[in-house]
């Protein structure tokens, strides 16, 4: 199956581990992987600092990119990007033309462990993975795309993965984009409190399926770590990483 | 002005001594995950806990894009139980009403119970600067009133208080001699509240919600002293938003089905009053005179804009209690008596973007949606926020000096090749920052802008490749194995 790939840009620009991770595992699931290259970002850091109107030549760069005739599933890497494209490009978009990609776009676009689990009918895509894992169900996959099992349905299928669930594992992590240097005492205190919770799991590893939260999650956690406030390594690892790990 | 009730400090100055407060944050976050687990068991027992919220949700908007007649419902069938309805359009002119009433009959004692309109229009200090003494009698509202203190959530406003600085509080001011234990606490209260009841000659209270098909007002409380406010005095004068309507008694049973359980997670409250006019011959209790005072005061302004959906907001205070914001700066944070997420949109639409701090507080939320989600009238909450920020940028009242950062994003967003450059010049920069690294720690809080973030976590800087490069490559890698398992099959056929 051919699927056309969103990664979301801090995968482009900070963690391209984290995009190979995942054509890896869509390959061995027997997906051939396109990205179109004008591609770049959704601009949700835009809107939801309120820069509505600059939001709009960044979505349709991302609607000209993807070209529909030729891609029938587009497969996202961040959940919160792609609740951008599909949720809120309609409310800044005014041009009819783009407002009618964003529906065609819609129904092909898939959040990447909800692509595995709900269209390629695979939860066990034969990873091992020997660790205690714990979960961050984040904001915009868990309750904005409203995917919740199939994360977890893929990483109870990874051989000998141990699932640990955190308290309030749906409890944002703090980041919201801008608000965390507008805010950052605030955005510190909430991000601390959900490494707390990690730490409290004995999980080694916290994966998640929304990459900002893990880069958040992580700068908080190596903090900590410096400051000795945590005695062990914690890998954050986002969830396509682990399906496609043998260790 | 008494909605934002501190000018003095900014919302991050406000917000960094609520997260230095220990024992502030701690009772905050111990509310918030009791109201979460009692509100929770309840939500899952509810048959159709969905569907209530949407059913309430109709009716509320129903009444907001029907809101003149709904006011003139209520207003006229109110007058027929001998209610004197008064109407305000702004805060000064319900205080106005107040202190005419307050005159007429020469009154100079008050009790209350707890209101939050007459605390957007600061009743009580003026009814004070009339000489009127105005006694709260809620016992939280109590506490702030002796205390001198502000609410810090819309539902429970004293949150922020234990019960040794309370007992500690009632020794030095009301002369209480007893231990920490709340219910001796409470009985001193009962008793030192007891002869003010019977002296006041007017109550004044607010109304959860008002009935339009009978005229009526709703109190929903705990403690008893609501219908004591509303029973004893011989005047009663009750603070009624137009926002608080609904049409018939059969749809206030909605609403009380969503609202004891969203705002403090009990099935119902120990009291619930629904009161219909004074008392009429015959009758041995309630008030010989009633008047409402039905307050506009800015709430129209949201009709028929993105902000109308909050007209349906029953102040539960469910979407403070789960706000992961509210959870670490208390509503002392917000510095504004309608605090977390349902003041964030508030605030600012009562007050205007004008104010410095009714505009930082749309920033003050991450707009996370879990109020959106706990929202018993089913208020998009977040979206509303966002809304806000539009706005501001819209209306030119954004700070200037962050324009041509996100004027640069647009760019280096919308173009590919610029994306590409910028990613090729960054790289060399944070190489010198990171100092070979590939995070910048704490030694990188002098930046401008990141060192906001660098001040409490580390940030993973540029990679060393794009990822796109890596695809291409690799789908080229893989195009030319094809071609060459393509072309030795060729080969092989061939032979």
Request: net charge negative; proline share 4%.
């Amino acid at each position: 199956m051919k699927v056309a790939f969103f990664p979301g840009c801090m995968v482009d620009m900070f963690y391209p581990e984290i995009g190979i991770a995942a054509v890896n595992v869509l390959e061995r699931l027997g997906c051939s992987v396109e990205m179109p290259e004008e591609q770049v970002c959704c601009g949700q850091g835009l809107l939801n600092s309120g820069y509505a109107k600059e939001t709009i030549p960044v979505a349709k760069n991302i609607l000209d990119a993807y070209d529909l005739d030729q891609y029938e599933t587009i497969v996202s890497l961040t959940g919160s990007c792609m609740n951008a494209i599909i949720n809120d490009y309609p409310t800044v978009l005014d041009d009819v033309e783009y407002l009618h990609k964003v529906e065609r776009i819609r129904p092909r676009m898939f959040e990447f462990t909800d692509f595995i689990v709900n269209q390629l009918h695979t939860t066990d895509v034969g990873a091992s993975f020997h660790h205690k894992v714990t979960y961050h169900k984040s904001c915009h996959v868990t309750r904005f795309l409203g995917i919740e099992e199939a994360p977890l349905q893929l990483l109870k299928a990874v051989e000998g993965l141990e699932y640990i669930e955190m308290v309030h594992a749906e409890r944002c992590c703090g980041f919201g984009g801008t608000f965390s240097f507008k805010e950052p005492e605030i955005s510190a205190e909430i991000v601390k409190e959900k490494c707390e919770t990690i730490i409290e799991t004995g999980a080694d590893v916290v994966c998640g399926a929304d990459v900002p939260c893990l880069m958040n999650i992580k700068g908080a956690l190596a903090r900590l770590r410096t400051q000795g406030a945590v005695d062990r390594d914690i890998r954050v690892m986002h969830i396509a990483q682990i399906l496609d790990a043998r260790e | 002005m008494a909605i934002l009730y501190d000018t003095e400090q900014s919302l991050r100055e406000r917000a960094a001594k609520c997260i230095e407060d220990d024992f502030k944050h701690q009772a905050i976050q111990t509310a918030q995950e009791t109201f979460y687990q009692k509100r929770k068991a309840l939500v899952e027992e509810e048959p159709d806990w969905q569907g209530l919220r949407t059913t309430a949700m109709d009716i509320r908007d129903h009444v907001a894009k029907n809101l003149d007649y709904y006011v003139k419902q209520f207003a006229e069938n109110a007058s027929n139980h001998g209610v004197n309805v008064h109407f305000a359009s702004t805060g000064t002119q319900a205080l106005w009403e107040a202190l005419d009433i307050f005159e007429n009959h020469g009154a100079f004692k008050a009790v209350k119970s707890k209101s939050m309109m007459t605390e957007e229009i600061g009743l009580n200090h003026v009814l004070e600067e009339a000489g009127v003494e105005v006694i709260e009698t809620d016992c939280a509202e109590n506490i702030l009133q002796t205390a001198g203190d502000m609410p810090s959530h819309i539902v429970v406003p004293a949150l922020h208080h234990t019960r040794d600085d309370i007992a500690e509080l009632y020794r030095k001011k009301c002369g209480y001699d007893g231990d920490n234990v709340p219910e001796h606490i409470t009985h001193f209260l009962r008793e030192m509240l007891r002869p003010e009841f019977l002296s006041a000659q007017v109550g004044i209270r607010g109304c959860n919600l008002a009935v339009a098909e009978t005229g009526s007002v709703t109190l929903v409380t705990n403690e008893g002293n609501g219908r004591m406010v509303d029973t004893y005095p011989p005047v009663q004068v009750v603070f009624v938003g137009i926002d608080r309507i609904v049409p018939t008694l059969e749809s206030l049973d909605i609403f009380m089905a969503l609202l004891p359980k969203s705002a403090v997670g009990s099935k119902m409250t120990a009291y619930f009053s629904v009161d219909t006019g004074a008392r009429r011959d015959g009758e041995l209790d309630g008030p010989a005179e009633v008047h409402y005072i039905i307050m506009d005061n800015g709430r129209h302004k949201l009709l028929d804009t993105e902000f109308e959906p909050m007209m349906r907001c029953v102040r539960c205070g469910a979407c403070l209690n789960i706000c992961p914001v509210y959870r670490h700066i208390s509503g002392h944070g917000y510095g504004s008596i309608y605090p977390g997420p349902m003041g964030i949109v508030l605030t600012p639409e009562l007050v205007g973007y004008g104010d410095a701090n009714a505009k930082a507080m749309t920033f003050a939320c991450t707009l996370c949606g879990a109020c959106s989600e706990h929202c018993p009238v089913r208020i998009p909450i977040h979206d509303l926020v966002r809304d806000h920020r539009i706005e501001i940028v819209d209306t030119g009242k954004n700070n200037k000096v962050e324009v041509p950062i996100f004027k640069a994003m647009q760019a280096m967003w919308s173009s590919s090749p610029l994306y590409m450059a910028l990613m090729r010049l960054g790289r060399p920069v944070m190489n010198i920052l990171t100092r070979g690294g590939s995070s910048l720690d704490e030694r990188s809080a002098w930046i401008p802008v990141l060192g906001s973030w660098t001040s409490s976590r580390d940030f993973d800087v540029i990679a060393p490749y794009r990822f796109r490069t890596w695809l291409a490559e690799h789908n080229a890698a893989r195009a030319e194995e094809c071609k060459r398992e393509d072309g030795g099959q060729d080969q092989k056929g061939g032979a």
